[in-house]
């Protein structure tokens, strides 16, 4: 028992990965016990209370004022950030199908996938010898996680769908309000937070008119872009 203990905390890559998974079991143990299966693995920070008004009178006065800045734009003008392409963590996010399947799920795979991969390759006394510096092998471990991860999220995605989980295309965010969790600007996408029937949902996003916009502003979705799982936003004023 104490060698199982000792390898699972040495090196230091282990130690790191090893707490990351504690974390997960953590989490998903505490969502169970709270409300079960039904609200939970949506986001990796449920606990950030983010006040959205779901209010369906006040969604569709949200949309109508919207639609008047839409109409207001020249129609032969392309959408503003589509020629942008996502950034490296958006693509990532996308090929290990967050949106599919719940963001947490994904998380926890992921993390399993480098803890296992991290605890097998330190059972070589070269890798051991390394000692502090053995958190660099963590960096092509991850790089096989997110392969192995976008594999395993297929089927699970179509489970899901199966069994009820539509992803984030299924809901309805226009007129919705939430908080940003990274600054974005004109060049640059980032990811929002909203509440949806008490399940806190993120989602990426781009700034509408190219003006940046800061972590932690409050922003409204006026628009879902034609080609991509991408939303706008304007800031709140």
Do not use: C
């Not at 090893?18 to 949506?42: C, K, N, Q």
């Not at 976008?150 to 899901?160: D, E, I, K, R, S």
């Amino acid at each position: 028992m104490k060698d199982i203990i000792h390898h699972l905390f040495f090196p230091v890559s282990n130690a790191i990965m090893t707490v990351l998974m504690i974390i997960s079991v953590i989490y998903w143990l505490f969502s169970a016990l709270m409300g079960g299966l039904d609200g939970i693995g949506i986001d990796a920070q449920p606990e950030v209370d983010v006040d959205v008004d779901v209010d369906v009178d006040t969604n569709f006065d949200l949309q109508q004022n919207h639609v008047d800045i839409l109409h207001d734009k020249d129609p032969d003008i392309d959408e503003p950030t589509l020629s942008h392409e996502p950034n490296l963590f958006m693509k990532i996010l996308h090929y290990m199908n967050v949106g599919q399947v719940p963001f947490m799920m994904v998380l926890t795979i992921f993390k399993f996938f480098t803890w296992a991969g991290s605890l097998l390759t330190t059972l070589s006394p070269h890798i051991i010898k390394f000692g502090n510096w053995s958190i660099i092998i963590l960096i092509p471990l991850a790089i096989v996680a997110i392969i192995l991860t976008h594999y395993v999220t297929l089927p699970l995605g179509n489970f899901l769908k199966k069994t009820g989980y539509h992803g984030d295309e299924s809901i309805d965010f226009i007129g919705r309000e939430g908080l940003m969790q990274s600054s974005i600007d004109a060049d640059k996408h980032g990811i929002m937070q909203l509440v949806v029937d008490q399940d806190p949902i993120k989602i990426m996003v781009a700034s509408w008119d190219g003006e940046p916009i800061q972590f932690g502003d409050r922003v409204y979705v006026i628009e879902r872009s034609k080609t991509t799982n991408l939303y706008y936003v304007v800031k709140r004023m």
